[in-house]
């Protein structure tokens, strides 16, 4: 065994993974506060990139303002979104909330392939691009540039959590919807917040993911690793979220090294079946007590 | 009685609810004196719970207004009405699980922190400070005097049912109301239990200075601690007056005599 190449499977699978982790945050926030499963967060995440593509290359802005321009754009179709499509449903059964989302995906995707067209475009280059080496081991530095700024947007993301109020707010709510908006919490507000929020960190990632696999309209299937990563790591779990996308990274790299590309989703999806009946909460989830 | 306006914290006036073309609440109107406790009563579905949840701003009423210490709560959301000193319990205790019996009480006091999502991190000064201390001693009064101190950092999901009831009460004592409404404080609690709650509650009255309105169905507990009743049926309010009055009311006992037992026990109440 090279174990010099295995570090460098294994690291490229962490860079992978961070960013499973900071969209699988921004699905766990939405979960989290109202309880809707967003199938759409991949085609948001791909908003994101669409949205950098345009402002760098399409307006020649520099990356220090086009960056700011996806996030804000991931946050205004968040707000859009959950006043005009969620806040309406709410009360519905969550399979038609669900259906919605879905639905939402395609109408994003089939936008930006209105837009843009269909065929694969590259982001401008923004990051440096010397070569990092971690010891001996070679790591892309989109990759691990990628991995920091993940990392950072998640650190920010789990802080708010437990130390803001807004923080609080969320943990509440998500507790017992009735119970907060009693004690004086503004629970629309959390649900506009939570959706504000996570789109503008989905669209961030669209950057990040962008910038290393470039972007095409059908980019939105990274949602589907996202999906299997919250739910390995449990729906309304954040930590659950960071640990289950690098887990999934770390195993999509080796898979895709070891047994090839076209394995990739047969292993993770595996995995995912293997938890759903061993911890149908996922790893960190919360399992419900009912005591009555 | 003295009928003065001022003397009045609560007041309902035909309040009409409706869900499709099911008529809820059907020109209900009462109220509620400062300092006092009043009890709702009525059979299964009367629409106790839905008055409440119409109170508390959950539902908005077809017709009627509702009006709390002066001011008209027409458009006004929970969390304003929690602001103006409106805090509930809920019939199935609605506790934030997963999180420990103080940080439920804490919670309680959401209410009054009129701050963004920033200002948690950003040092506000010294009386801010002094407004959290007190705020904390306050907190610590309400666990010592519902006796909870050794539960205060246990998660609420591991309790059993009477005391995740006093945590329920804790928090919403928290909220320091001036109208506390309990939805059927003592539901499925045994006769000791229930002792102790109605003690609570009298205690809450007494020295809390917080006005009670309450839904109960146990007879006797209401009977032997409410200074007024209101009872509906079928949305309406048929008799309202003092506990002797509404158990002397034809109209009640007919009201509940499908209930049988209830209806007996409402015109011989056993000596408490």
Same mark, same amino acid.
């Given at each position: 065994?090279?174990?010099? +190449? %295995?570090t &460098?499977?294994? $690291? @490229?699978?962490?860079?992978a993974?961070?960013?499973? !982790?900071?969209t699988? #945050?921004?699905?766990?926030?939405?979960?989290?506060?109202?309880?809707?499963?967003?199938?759409?967060?991949?085609?948001?995440?791909?908003?994101?990139?669409?949205?950098?593509?345009?402002?760098?290359?399409?307006?020649?802005?520099?990356?220090?303002i086009?960056l700011?321009?996806?996030v804000?754009?991931?946050?205004?179709?968040?707000?859009?979104?959950?006043?005009?499509?969620?806040?309406?449903?709410?009360?519905?059964?969550?399979?038609s909330v669900?259906?919605?989302?879905?639905?939402?995906?395609?109408?994003?995707?089939?936008?930006?392939?209105v837009?843009?067209g269909?065929?694969?475009?590259?982001?401008?280059?923004?990051?440096?691009?010397?070569?990092? +080496? %971690?010891? &001996?081991?070679? $790591? @892309?530095?989109?990759?691990?540039?990628?991995?920091l !700024?993940?990392?950072? #947007?998640?650190?920010?993301?789990?802080?708010a959590?437990?130390?803001?109020?807004?923080?609080v707010?969320?943990?509440?709510?998500?507790?017992d919807?009735?119970?907060?908006?009693?004690?004086?919490?503004?629970?629309?507000?959390?649900?506009?917040?939570?959706?504000?929020?996570?789109?503008?960190?989905?669209?961030?990632?669209?950057?990040?993911?962008?910038?290393i696999?470039?972007?095409?309209?059908?980019?939105?299937?990274?949602?589907?690793?996202v999906?299997?990563?919250?739910?390995?790591?449990?729906?309304?779990?954040?930590?659950?979220?960071?640990?289950?996308?690098l887990?999934?990274?770390?195993?999509?790299?080796?898979?895709?090294t070891f047994?090839?590309?076209?394995?990739?989703?047969?292993?993770?999806?595996?995995?995912?079946?293997?938890?759903?009946?061993?911890?149908?909460?996922?790893?960190?989830?919360?399992?419900?007590?009912e005591?009555? | 009685?003295?009928?003065a306006?001022?003397?009045?914290?609560?007041?309902?006036?035909g309040?009409s609810?409706?869900f499709?073309?099911?008529?809820?609440?059907?020109?209900?109107?009462?109220?509620?004196?400062?300092?006092?406790?009043?009890?709702v009563?009525?059979?299964?579905?009367?629409?106790?719970t839905?008055?409440?949840?119409?109170?508390?701003g959950?539902y908005?009423?077809?017709a009627?207004?509702i009006?709390?210490?002066?001011?008209?709560?027409?458009?006004t959301?929970?969390?304003?009405?929690?602001?103006?000193?409106?805090?509930?319990?809920?019939?199935?205790?609605?506790l934030?699980?997963?999180?420990?019996?103080?940080?439920?009480i804490?919670?309680?006091?959401?209410?009054?922190?009129?701050?963004?999502?920033?200002?948690?991190?950003?040092?506000?000064g010294?009386?801010?400070?002094?407004?959290?201390?007190?705020?904390?001693?306050?907190?610590?009064?309400?666990?010592?005097?519902?006796?909870?101190?050794?539960?205060?950092n246990?998660?609420?999901?591991?309790?059993?049912?009477?005391?995740?009831?006093?945590?329920?009460?804790?928090r919403?004592?928290?909220?320091?109301?001036?109208?506390?409404?309990?939805?059927?404080?003592?539901?499925?609690?045994?006769?000791?239990?229930?002792?102790?709650?109605a003690?609570?509650?009298?205690?809450?009255?007494?020295?809390?200075d917080?006005?009670?309105?309450?839904v109960?169905?146990?007879m006797?507990m209401?009977?032997?601690i409410?200074?007024?009743?209101?009872?509906?049926?079928?949305?309406?309010?048929?008799?309202?007056?003092?506990p002797?009055?509404?158990?002397?009311?034809?109209?009640?006992?007919?009201?509940y005599?499908?209930?049988?037992?209830l209806?007996?026990?409402?015109?011989?109440p056993?000596?408490?």
């Amino acid at each position: 065994m090279d174990w010099l +190449f %295995l570090t &460098e499977v294994f $690291l @490229a699978g962490l860079g992978a993974g961070a960013l499973y !982790a900071v969209t699988g #945050v921004a699905f766990v926030l939405i979960y989290k506060a109202t309880r809707v499963v967003n199938l759409a967060i991949g085609e948001i995440l791909m908003l994101g990139g669409y949205a950098f593509f345009g402002a760098a290359a399409g307006w020649h802005l520099p990356a220090w303002i086009a960056l700011p321009v996806a996030v804000l754009s991931g946050a205004l179709v968040g707000a859009v979104v959950e006043r005009g499509l969620i806040r309406p449903m709410l009360g519905e059964s969550p399979i038609s909330v669900f259906m919605v989302t879905i639905g939402l995906g395609s109408i994003l995707a089939g936008f930006v392939q209105v837009v843009w067209g269909a065929d694969p475009l590259r982001l401008p280059e923004f990051m440096p691009s010397a070569p990092i +080496f %971690l010891g &001996e081991a070679y $790591l @892309a530095p989109k990759v691990a540039y990628g991995f920091l !700024a993940a990392m950072l #947007v998640l650190a920010a993301c789990v802080s708010a959590l437990r130390f803001s109020r807004g923080g609080v707010a969320l943990k509440a709510t998500a507790a017992d919807q009735g119970a907060a908006y009693s004690v004086g919490i503004d629970v629309p507000r959390v649900f506009s917040l939570s959706w504000i929020v996570a789109c503008a960190v989905a669209a961030g990632a669209g950057v990040l993911v962008g910038a290393i696999g470039g972007i095409s309209p059908t980019m939105g299937v990274f949602g589907l690793s996202v999906l299997v990563v919250v739910i390995v790591g449990g729906l309304d779990s954040m930590v659950g979220a960071l640990v289950g996308g690098l887990l999934i990274g770390v195993v999509e790299a080796f898979a895709g090294t070891f047994l090839g590309g076209e394995y990739k989703f047969l292993v993770t999806f595996s995995i995912m079946i293997l938890v759903l009946m061993l911890r149908p909460y996922g790893l960190f989830g919360t399992h419900e007590i009912e005591r009555l | 009685m003295t009928g003065a306006a001022d003397d009045v914290i609560l007041s309902v006036k035909g309040v009409s609810l409706a869900f499709g073309g099911v008529r809820a609440l059907t020109d209900v109107s009462f109220s509620v004196r400062k300092g006092s406790i009043t009890a709702v009563i009525g059979p299964n579905g009367a629409g106790k719970t839905s008055l409440f949840n119409t109170i508390s701003g959950f539902y908005r009423p077809r017709a009627g207004e509702i009006v709390f210490g002066g001011r008209n709560l027409a458009g006004t959301a929970p969390p304003e009405r929690a602001r103006l000193g409106l805090a509930r319990t809920f019939q199935n205790i609605a506790l934030f699980r997963g999180m420990t019996v103080l940080d439920n009480i804490k919670l309680g006091r959401h209410a009054h922190m009129q701050t963004g999502l920033l200002d948690a991190l950003v040092y506000r000064g010294r009386a801010r400070r002094e407004e959290l201390a007190l705020r904390a001693e306050i907190e610590e009064r309400i666990i010592d005097f519902l006796e909870i101190q050794h539960i205060r950092n246990a998660p609420v999901a591991t309790l059993p049912y009477g005391l995740r009831k006093r945590v329920e009460l804790a928090r919403a004592l928290a909220m320091r109301p001036r109208l506390l409404m309990l939805d059927e404080p003592v539901a499925g609690m045994n006769r000791e239990e229930t002792e102790d709650m109605a003690r609570f509650i009298l205690d809450v009255k007494e020295e809390w200075d917080v006005t009670i309105l309450m839904v109960e169905h146990d007879m006797g507990m209401v009977m032997d601690i409410s200074d007024h009743v209101v009872v509906l049926n079928f949305g309406q309010v048929i008799a309202e007056g003092s506990p002797a009055t509404v158990q002397a009311d034809p109209a009640v006992i007919a009201a509940y005599l499908g209930a049988g037992d209830l209806g007996r026990r409402l015109s011989a109440p056993e000596a408490a």
